[in-house]
């Protein structure tokens, strides 16, 4: 089945400075990968997701990118914020809307 | 604006006891999951349903069941609590090719 690595752990970064978080897939037919961020005491909620037909997506401040030959994907996050900061998740399924298999999370921290 | 609840934001029990943990949606999504969180784990996918009375198994099946009777309401039973499964629960939903919605989750305790 499934497997997703996802690195680093935690994260540290000063406000205004930029955060990467990448993760690799096992699986060659897993063809969504979305982002959750998960705020202390509350559920995740989806940032961003990127489907294997686009090599890179943006929404803001929130890029995702996806080398599908090498099967890592990641997430970049610019001019951090102190509200930025979280537990991300990366996840990847067959297709949206299916069962995911979940990385184990990056806890990152902002500070101003 | 999609609402996915929880019966349960805190339960506790004892260890042999049979748990029930409900999960409600109310925008008609065919696709349930159910999911549990542990510190330095992530998201472990333990049961899904693509339809009414249709199960799949995920990754950490064992000790879990799960009931679909209706397509809003998907249940996951404990049927004898250990302290193993002293865990955060969350269950998601999804229509297909869309995201997951989650539920704000049920912290278990078994003593």
């Known amino acids: 089945g499934e497997n997703v690595e996802q690195h680093p752990s935690t994260l540290s970064v000063q406000e205004g400075d930029s955060a990467v978080i990448k993760c690799t897939y096992s699986?060659?037919?897993?063809?969504?990968f979305p982002w959750y961020k998960q705020e202390l005491g509350k559920r995740p909620q989806l940032i961003i997701d990127?489907?294997?037909?686009?090599g890179e997506k943006k929404d803001q401040r929130i890029a995702v990118t996806l080398n599908k030959t090498a099967k890592h994907f990641s997430l970049h996050i610019t001019e951090t914020q102190p509200e930025d900061s979280a537990v991300y998740f990366c996840a990847a399924s067959g297709q949206a809307g299916t069962a995911l298999i979940f990385g184990k999370g990056t806890t990152l921290s902002v500070s101003s | 604006d999609v609402k996915v609840t929880q019966s349960s934001r805190y339960l506790v029990k004892r260890t042999g006891e049979k748990v029930f943990l409900e999960c409600v949606q109310d925008m008609d999504h065919e696709n349930m999951f159910w999911y549990r969180q542990d510190p330095g784990l992530g998201l472990r996918l333990i049961y899904f349903?693509?339809?009414?009375?249709?199960?799949e198994k995920g990754d950490i099946p064992e000790g879990y069941s799960v009931s679909r009777e209706k397509k809003e309401r998907f249940s996951l039973i404990l049927e004898s609590a250990s302290t193993n499964q002293t865990s955060m629960y969350l269950c998601?939903?999804?229509?297909?090719?869309?995201?997951?919605?989650f539920g704000p989750g049920t912290r278990l305790t078994v003593l």
């Open positions: 998601a939903s999804s229509l297909l090719a869309r995201e997951q919605f």
């Open positions: 349903s693509y339809d009414v009375k249709m199960k």
């Open positions: 699986d060659s037919a897993s063809n969504y």
């Open positions: 990127i489907r294997s037909n686009v």
